[in-house]
Each structure stands twice: as C-alpha cells, then as structure tokens.
C-alpha cells in the first residue's frame, strides 16, 4: 500500500512538473495579457467553437495585443487593423518557419532555398506572366463552358427521354395527319416551335461544387499544369483531383498543427491518389503547363530535390488555388441565392458587353476585354470583395525568431517572446460592427467608392484577404472577376427551391470557409449572347501597372 502511495506520489508530481514545464506561462514585464482559458487546453476549444466571437471577447477584454494558448503553443494576436503593414513589415516576425512547417507537417517535405525559389518563382504570375496565364484561363474557361453546356444537352435527354419519346410519338402521329392533309402548314410549325421552346426551356440540375468544379477549378488546373495525351493519367484530371484536394483539405489544421496524416485515413486515401502526377519531364512537355510549375519543377531539380518533393510542390501550388474556387463557390451560390444581387451583376455585364459588342448578326457577336476593362466594373468589384469579407477564415501566421518589441500604430509596446507565434486574424475586422455596418448582412455594394473608418481613423486595408506575401492574389482577383463575367453572360442560374447554405465557422483558420451543406442548383445557357474574349494587351497604355486591381491589402 505504501508502495502505490509513492508511485501515485511520484506519478502526480510528474504531472505537476510536466504541466509546468509544458503549458504554464509566468508573463514577463511588458508582454502582452493572456487570454483567459482552460488550465490545461488553454484556449483551443473556444477558438474551434467560433473563433471570431472568442476572438472579439478577448479583444475586449485583454486589448488590440494579448495571447493565446493551444496546449503548448503560444500565440500572440495583433487585432489592431491599423497596425497591419507594421505586423507584416516586421523582420523578427518570420514567414519561412511558419512555410516550412506547412510544408512538412501537411504536405510532406521540405524546400532547398526556399526563400529565393519562391520569390523568383512568384514572378512567374506577375507582370507579363500574368497577363499570358489569364490568356491561357480565358482559353480554358471558355472550353469548359463548352464542356458544361453538352453535358447539359446530354444530361437533359437522359432525364427527359420519356417526355421525348412521347413527343416523338405525337410528332409521328401529326406527321400522319399532316400527310393526309389534317393539318396545315402553319399548324405543323407551330407543333415544332413548341418542340423546340421545350427543349430550350428544359433546365439542367448539379450539385453546386460539381458545377463550380466543372467550371471553374477545371481551367484553373489545365491552366497550372496544361493537358497531356487523353487517357495518359485518367487519375491526373481535374474533378479527380478536386474530388480528392477536397476530402483531404479537410484536415488541412489537423496536420499543419503536427498531427500524423495517418490519424486520418480518408486524408490518406485521398492523398494517395493526388501523388498520382506526370513525371517531372512529363510534365515540362504538357501543353498549356504554366510558367511558374516549369520554373518550380527545373529549381528544384537543380537542388537535386526527388521526385515525390515536386509532386508534393505541385500540391502546394494546387491547394492555394483550391481557395480561389472556394470564393467562386460562394460567388456562385450569392448569384443564385438573391435575384436582386444577380440583376444587378448582370446589368453591368449586360450593359458592357453590349458596349463592347462587334458583329453583323447574333452568330457572330463578340466582345473583347482587357486587364483593365475587366478591372473597371465597380458592382463585380464590390461584390468579390464582398465575398472575400463574408467568407474569409484566413490565418496570417508568423514565428517570432527574436525577443521583439513591437509597436503598434497608436504607440503601444509589446515584448513578443521568441519562438511565439504572432497572427493577425482578419476574419475579426471583416466582423467588426464599427468597421462594416450590419457585418453579418451580405451587401453586394457595400465596397462602391466606399472608406472604412476604426476609431475615427481612416483604414488604409479595410479587407485582408490574401497573406501579405502572396504573389499571386493579382491573378486570382482577375480570374475570378473574368469568371464572372463570363457565367452571368452565358448562363441562367437558379437554386432548388428550399436549397440553403452558409460558411462553417467551425472551420475558422481555413484561408477560405467551406459551405456547411452543398447545395443543389440548375442551369441553362443564355441565348442569343455574345462571345467574350480576353486579349492579351500586355505593355499596352500602361497595362503593365495594372491600376486599380487589388484584394485590399496590397503593401
């Protein structure tokens, strides 16, 4: 008895030690307050619950600077929107550990140079790259427009082969009476005007993040990796790919947090079939394959780096444009969801295509856009970046590799301690009643020639919806503005009636909220409409500063 006594003795002094060692913090002079939070867990449960209303409370609580605590990492969180370029101009405040610990922990490796590969290889979607990679997506949407319209076709037959089968029959039956002189001319056109109306009037249903999918994620991904020979890689193809991308992004935290992968086997699963990519030369000779992905692939080859490290590259690649269409998706699902959202996107796309409109008859209508003419439409604009506040999750993330002093811009000092992480969570100002009036009420124009002001002073970056380090948001804004441009041209889009979705808030930390529930919608191409088409003007009246697209947080 005595011997239990001394070992449950020893067992909870261990405890003790370890819960002191790992997860108590006696605060330093001058660093920032900490959040109130389990003893144990610290603050990871209320962060999962709702990470913006936890967020808030602490803020309120504790001020713009103070600390948060999962297990045994420490997080300090500057929730001062005014102090966002000081946040992301901070030299002590590092982004390589926080890259390199995605890197590994999510997708598995590890990148020589990381630094220098990146930024030389971020060019490659900037000036005249940007330019020729949204002349090869303006190419690719337009096929998959294509696409979609002939399975429409396809998918309307199969559902209404009955109703068809039973107009054929009365089709044969007046062609009868027709032959016996029953019926006249004029009434046989009529019968085939309303065979027709029939047809045109027939809609198609799909599951929104298939139609997104099919849309969208598929000429963004031949527009990153080009196509290859037919049947080559049947795995390699876009809606394999984003079938899969998307089970596995599901536990994209988990992992990024240190868990193993194969705590998760669908991620597992999934994974294994997304490694399922050309060779490194097979896929150079791709075409179509974009210059970052060519750029990528021969650097790392120079620093000897395997195979599997390219194919893992090439994920990390995917995965940030797997947040573009997340904001497709929702743009989609706003377009459908309030008709008078869509009337008012699609009177300003009317109105400048019609403008823009060249041709002698309906078959031959055709409207050319540039950089800046896609860039000018102020109700798209607003309405994207709407989307982007509504939607956004994202997570700045930095490694303090230094003990730092760090001022905020209304002058206050805070000691940042080494190996802390430092945040700033945007998702809090994008909620924020003071910066955006009614923030939980989607207003499509609420960004029109519009200032957003805290604490009486003006924002100089009211949305925050790329990482500041991020080379391709100027691409990103411009496909997805052609994107809509082009849907809302060439598609009538309607929800099932009683289909309704929102953001996951449970997912807070993901770059872009993925809906709770998928919703089910349907679809038919516009008639009579014109052709639009992207050129490419690059070096044209000062195209290449490209004024006026941004995300709002250009620094």
């Known amino acids: 008895m005595a011997a239990v006594t001394i070992y449950f003795g020893v067992l909870i002094l261990t405890l003790i030690f370890a819960y002191f060692k790992l997860f108590y913090r006696r605060l330093r002079k001058g660093e920032p307050p900490l959040a109130p939070g389990h003893f144990l867990w610290g603050n990871g449960k209320q962060f999962t619950e709702h990470a913006v209303k936890f967020l808030q409370g602490a803020h309120k609580k504790c001020g713009d600077v103070f600390t948060i605590r999962f297990l045994n990492q420490y997080w300090t969180m500057v929730l001062d929107i005014h102090s966002y370029e000081r946040f992301a101009k901070e030299k002590n405040f590092d982004f390589d550990a926080i890259q390199e610990q995605v890197n590994h922990n999510v997708f598995g490796y590890q990148l020589v140079d990381a630094r220098k590969m990146i930024g030389e290889a971020g060019q490659k979607v900037n000036g005249k790259h940007l330019f020729t990679s949204l002349e090869h997506f303006a190419e690719n949407l337009t096929e998959a427009f294509k696409e979609t319209a002939s399975e429409k076709d396809r998918m309307m037959n199969e559902r209404n082969s009955q109703k068809m089968n039973q107009v054929n029959t009365a089709h044969n039956d007046i062609s009868l009476c027709y032959e016996s002189h029953h019926i006249s001319q004029h ?23 298939n139609l997104a999918s099919k849309t969208f994620f598929s000429p963004v991904f031949y527009t990153i990796f080009g196509r290859g020979q037919p049947g080559a890689n049947d795995n390699f193809h876009p809606q394999v790919f984003h079938k899969n991308f998307d089970q596995f992004h599901k536990y994209f935290n988990f992992l990024w947090f240190g868990m193993p992968v194969q705590m998760f086997p669908q991620a597992v699963n999934a994974v294994g079939v997304l490694a399922q990519q050309p060779s490194s030369a097979d896929m150079m000779q791709r075409e179509g394959c974009s210059e970052y992905i060519k750029f990528a692939t021969e650097f790392m080859l120079k620093h000897n780096q395997s195979e599997r490290d390219i194919i893992c590259h090439n994920l990390v690649f995917l995965h940030v444009n797997y947040n573009t ?15 008078n959202v869509m009337a008012a996107v699609r009177k300003e796309v009317d ?9 002698a008859s309906a078959s031959e209508y055709e409207a050319e856009f540039t950089t800046e003419d896609i860039n000018k439409l102020p109700v798209v604009d607003s309405f994207l970046k709407e989307i982007i506040r509504w939607t956004s999750g994202v997570f700045m993330v930095r490694k303090c590799i230094e003990d730092t002093a760090f001022t905020t811009e209304s002058g206050q ?12 969570y945007p998702p809090v100002f994008h909620q924020d009643p003071e910066i955006y009036e009614t ?10 020639d519009a200032d957003f002001y805290k604490n009486g002073k003006k924002i100089k970056h009211p949305l925050i919806g790329f990482g500041s380090l991020c080379p391709g948001q100027r691409l990103s804004m411009l496909q997805i503005k052609w994107f809509i441009i082009n849907i809302v041209n060439s598609f009538k889009l309607e929800l099932i009636e009683g289909e309704k979705t929102a953001p996951n808030t449970g997912m807070y930390g993901h770059e872009i909220l993925p809906p709770t529930n998928d919703v089910q919608c349907r679809f038919k191409p516009r008639e009579g409409v014109c052709a639009l088409k992207y050129v490419n003007n690059y070096g044209s ?3 290449k500063g490209l004024g006026g697209i941004s995300s709002g947080n250009m620094l």
């Not at 309303?194 to 249903?205: L, P, Q, R, S, V």
């Not at 269409?325 to 008709?339: G, I, Q, S």
């Open 351 to 359: 109105e400048v295509v019609e403008a823009k409109r060249t041709g």
């Open 541 to 543: 009246n000062g195209s």
């Open 413 to 424: 000092t805070f000691n940042i301690r080494k190996g802390d992480k430092v945040a700033i």
């Open 439 to 448: 923030p939980e009420t989607f207003k499509y124009d609420r960004f029109i």
């Open 187 to 209: 009434g046989w056109d009529k019968i085939e005007a309303m065979a027709d109306k029939f047809m045109a009037d027939t809609w198609c249903e799909d599951q929104l993040r």
């Open 325 to 339: 269409f997340r904001v497709v998706y929702w743009c989609m699902y706003k377009l459908m969801e309030d008709h």
